[in-house]
T-cell receptor, first 114, second 112 residues
Framework: KAGVTQTPRYLIKTRGQQVTLSCSPISGHRSVSWYQQTPGQGLQFLFE???????NKGNFPGRFSGRQFSNSRSEMNVSTLELGDSALYLC?????????????FGEGSRLTVL | AQSVAQPEDQVNVAEGNPLTVKCTYSVSGNPYLFWYVQYPNRGLQFLLK??????LVKGSYGFEAEFNKSQTSFHLKKPSALVSDSALYFC??????????FGAGTRLTVKP
């Protein structure tokens, strides 16, 4: 069974640009969550989607947005990039809405903003 | 809102010795607790979870964790550490109304 797939794995952007990251969850998983990981802030929750609906949202500015498609694949977008957006962006999927279920993580998309 | 704390940034143990990675939590209702491990340049891997029942939970790679409600703790343990256990470990908590929140992580180094 294929795991969570994130693309691209690495990317370099300049300030002011925008970026779109993609996440394909494990087959059958309907919930997708996104996290930002930085050395200083650790893992910060961005948002969670289930059946194309955003269920929870973390404390990030409106430049960070996401969506989920009918096949459960998800994308997140960051507009007007800032140096501080440099981070590892992790996507995780789970079976459904059960809060007792563990998350399955992809290997992440490492974004560098110059 | 729920939160989790990992009081140690770094834990060093010798191979073959027992290891403990500490975690304390705060939630408004019943806690759902998780441990994850992250190897360099990889995503997080699930180790174990506590939902209800027995306070001692066994997980992958010989790890176990003990849930202590009175101390609001969920420490990760292993009787005999391996060099290959060296990694970054995250504790996470979730309650009925919220997303999963992670601690800052503890870097475990096991020396031969």
């Amino acid at each position: 069974k294929a795991g969570v797939t994130q693309t691209p794995r690495y990317l370099i952007k300049t300030r002011g640009q925008q970026v779109t990251l993609s996440c394909s969850p494990i087959s059958g998983h309907r919930s997708v969550s996104w996290y930002q990981q930085t050395p200083g802030q650790g893992l910060q929750f961005l948002f969670e989607y289930f059946s194309e609906t955003q269920r929870n949202k973390g404390n990030f500015p409106g430049r960070f947005s996401g969506r989920q498609f009918s096949n459960s694949r998800s994308e997140m977008n960051v507009s007007t990039l800032e140096l501080g957006d440099s981070a590892l962006y992790l996507c995780a999927s789970s079976l459904g809405t059960a809060i007792t279920g563990e998350l399955f993580f992809g290997e992440g998309s490492r974004l560098t903003v110059l | 809102a729920q939160s989790v704390a990992q009081p140690e940034d770094q834990v060093n143990v010798a191979e073959g010795n027992p290891l403990t990675v500490k975690c304390t939590y705060s939630v408004s209702g019943n806690p759902y607790l998780f441990w994850y491990v992250q190897y360099p340049n990889r995503g997080l891997q699930f180790l174990l979870k506590y939902i209800t029942g027995d306070n001692l939970v066994k997980g992958s790679y010989g790890f176990e964790a003990e849930f202590n409600k009175s101390q609001t703790s969920f420490h990760l343990k292993k009787p005999s550490a391996l060099v290959s256990d060296s990694a970054l470990y995250f504790c996470a908590v979730r309650d009925a109304d919220n997303d999963m929140r992670f601690g800052a992580g503890t870097r475990l180094t096991v020396k031969p």
